[in-house]
């Protein structure tokens, strides 16, 4: 159970703070009333205040929209690691069936929005507050680190997005507004982030463990440079929080236990609890809200959800070297639940294949051969003997959005597209393969930076993003109808489709908003 304040208070802070609530598909997110704001003059006037309205801005994020589930289907569903079964909202993205009309679609955007509206009322209101300067910095610096990110999800799953960045009751006619160009979104989103440096505190007190810091803002800010490919600016970021203050931890599955949540390696993580609450995203006073980790990762027969399976080629990536002891990389069994009796010693413990209560493959699926997913689903803990032993709401266990591991790959990355194989890049990418007994690389090319991404971060909400910015959607998905077997293939593709459309209530609302191409 969660025990730090920063979580328990989100929940009592939104039970007394009036907040908008989405319906699924009655309005578009522009037509909404003030979401923070009881009335102009009761509030947004003390220090308290503003604490509320930064809690309510973090808020989306644990919504049953985003990240406690829906957002997996814009993210691992769509890349070339998942194959998801059936043909629904939920896979309809990853193999190009998705429409303007898609609950699952608008659900998630409306999220994304809702923590950009909200950060804009703190951004907005929060500077005319007499409170403590430096908590008004902090505060601040959250807040234009919320709509930066919300923003770079915005645009890396729609790419034309309305650019929002002041309340919506002080928008003049707020069904009037154009799609922006994602050039000046990014900017933005580079302002926003080198604000949130500035403001931002280096660490916080262990009671508000979640809350974001000054090195979450640098490497965020470092990311997005990459995927504009500014490898200058990039690797300029990265440096600044290659120092000490982050470091990897000894074990690597320890980045995917409730256990060892908020750790040295964690950057950014999602706070997921896991209370007993099955509220369908209830997001304002006495409305209950579901905050745990959605198990649509969980092998077949052991989840209530469609579910997925994990597509050949990873397991034989990750088969196709050892480490310096000759056996299977440790990643593998905390990644991928598969068919092998094979071992692995690392860290005082002997690994294998095995998933809830325990089982071997061949007691899970005798006669079958086929790959799934193990990350994040903690087996040990609670002694769970399926994912939703206690309902959906059984797991606690938190999302990392961005590790060390992966500023480590990222520095990596821009330094070798900068300068080839360095000592610097390979001293980055050998301290992520040392942590798991991989032998150190001599030279490295950019397939081996690729590759180690997959062996790292598989199932991480990075890998279809990693293949959109390197414009290898196409190559890898479309061109390998095999891996959306299970949801029917990638025939629907046309260019343009690697981006989800337009929600059609935001188009049926404002009759400056396009389709975007290929739909």
């Known amino acids: 159970m969660k025990k730090n304040i920063f979580k328990t208070s989100l929940y009592l802070f939104l039970a007394t703070i ?87 679609a608008f659900w998630v955007w409306s999220a994304m929005y809702q923590g950009v509206t909200r950060a804009n009322e703190v951004i907005a209101n929060v500077p005319n507050i007499d409170m403590n300067p430096v908590t008004r910095d902090n505060i601040l610096g959250e807040a234009y680190f919320i709509r930066a990110f919300n923003y770079f999800n915005l645009l890396n799953n729609w790419k034309n997005v309305p650019l929002i960045t002041i309340p919506i009751s002080d928008l003049d006619d707020p069904k009037n507004i154009m799609q922006a160009d994602p050039v000046d979104v990014w900017a933005q989103i580079e302002s926003d982030l080198s604000e949130a440096q500035n403001l931002l505190p ?19 800010l470092g990311k997005v440079y990459l995927y504009q490919e500014k490898y200058t600016e990039a690797k300029t970021e990265f440096l600044k929080i290659m120092d000490g203050r982050y470091e990897l931890m000894a074990n690597y599955a320890d980045n995917f236990t409730e256990a060892a949540e908020n750790n040295k390696e964690s950057l950014f993580e999602i706070q997921l609890v896991a209370d007993g609450s099955q509220g369908w995203g209830g997001d304002a006073p006495g409305a209950g809200k579901g905050a745990a980790f959605h198990p649509d990762l969980a092998p077949k027969g052991f989840t209530g959800q469609d579910g997925m399976r994990v597509n050949d080629w990873v397991l034989d990536l990750f088969l196709d070297e050892r480490t310096t002891n000759g056996e299977i990389d440790p990643r593998t069994y905390t990644t991928l639940f598969f068919n092998s009796e094979e071992t692995t010693t690392y860290q005082g413990e002997v690994l294998k294949s095995t998933t809830y209560g325990n089982r071997t493959y061949q007691e899970a699926y005798p006669g079958e051969d086929l790959v799934w997913a ?9 002694e769970y003997s399926g994912s939703q032993d206690q309902g ?84 890898r998905i479309v061109n390998n109808p095999q891996f959306k077997s299970e949801s029917g293939g990638t025939s629907s593709y046309k260019p343009g489709k690697e981006y989800i459309d337009i929600p059609q209530n935001e188009i049926d609302s404002n009759p400056n908003f396009e389709h975007n191409p290929g739909y």
Request: proline fraction near 3%.
């Open 18 to 104: 009036t907040i908008v609530i989405y319906s699924c598909r009655k309005e578009d997110i522009l037509d909404q009333e003030n979401p923070n704001a009881v009335t102009p003059d009761s509030f947004w006037n003390t220090e308290e205040d503003a604490t509320k309205g930064i809690i309510g801005a973090y808020s989306p994020f644990t919504h049953i929209w985003y990240y406690s589930r829906f957002e997996i289907f814009l993210s691992d569903y769509r890349d070339d690691v998942v194959n998801a079964f059936g043909t629904s909202e939920r896979t309809a993205a990853g193999s190009f069936n998705g429409i303007s009309t898609s609950n699952g």
């Open 202 to 220: 280096d660490s916080w007190p262990s009671d508000y463990n979640g809350r974001v810091t000054a090195g979450t803002a640098i490497g965020m």
């Open 374 to 382: 193990n990350k994040w689903l903690d087996i040990e803990y609670g």
């Open 392 to 475: 959906w709401h059984q797991s606690g266990n938190n999302l990392r959005l961005l590790r060390y591991a992966d500023i480590l790959l990222m520095f990596a990355e821009a330094e070798f597209k900068l300068n080839g194989s360095t000592t610097a890049a390979l001293n980055a990418i050998n301290k992520v393969r040392a942590r798991v007994d991989m032998p150190a690389f001599t030279s490295i090319t950019m397939d081996d930076i690729e590759d180690e991404r997959i062996k790292e971060l598989s199932l991480e909400r990075t890998r279809y993003f990693d293949l959109l910015r390197w414009n290898k959607v196409e190559e």
